[in-house]
């Protein structure tokens, strides 16, 4: 059985993947693994593999991102490089201001 804590710590990770996506892609454009991995190393927690493609498929195909194959300069299978679109960048203001204000009715403010 898990505790409210973890259940919270899930919902605000896992559940809502695509606000760590769009934010890290803010900062450049990146590959799925290359996601993951900042994910884990950026909010310290590590989503399930197949869990950031589906996201990034769902976040491609609603437009909040564009992808780009790009050939390896060192013999290195291409990659598949995601962007963040207009778009994105708009509904990641919009999760990040709809989570502030959670937080500020949460503490009485």
Same mark, same amino acid.
């Given at each position: 059985?898990?505790?409210?804590?973890?259940?919270?710590?899930?919902?605000?990770?896992?559940?809502?993947?695509?606000?760590?996506?769009?934010?890290?892609?803010?900062?450049?454009?990146?590959?799925?693994?290359?996601? @993951?991995?900042?994910?884990?190393? %950026?909010?310290?927690? /590590?989503?399930? +593999?197949?869990?950031?493609?589906?996201?990034? #498929? =769902? $976040?491609? @195909?609603?437009?909040?991102?564009? %992808?780009?194959?790009? /050939?390896?300069? +060192?013999?290195?299978?291409?990659?598949?490089? #995601? =962007? $963040?679109?207009?778009?994105?960048?708009?509904?990641?203001?919009?999760?990040?201001?709809?989570?502030?204000?959670?937080?500020?009715?949460?503490?009485?403010?």
């Amino acid at each position: 059985m898990t505790t409210p804590m973890e259940r919270l710590k899930n919902k605000i990770t896992k559940e809502v993947l695509w606000l760590y996506i769009l934010r890290l892609l803010r900062e450049r454009p990146m590959y799925a693994y290359e996601l @993951k991995e900042r994910i884990r190393e %950026a909010f310290n927690f /590590e989503p399930a +593999t197949v869990s950031s493609y589906v996201v990034l #498929y =769902k $976040l491609e @195909k609603d437009g909040y991102v564009t %992808a780009e194959w790009q /050939e390896s300069q +060192t013999g290195k299978p291409s990659r598949k490089y #995601y =962007k $963040l679109t207009p778009e994105g960048e708009r509904l990641l203001e919009d999760g990040i201001a709809f989570l502030e204000d959670m937080v500020e009715k949460l503490k009485g403010a």
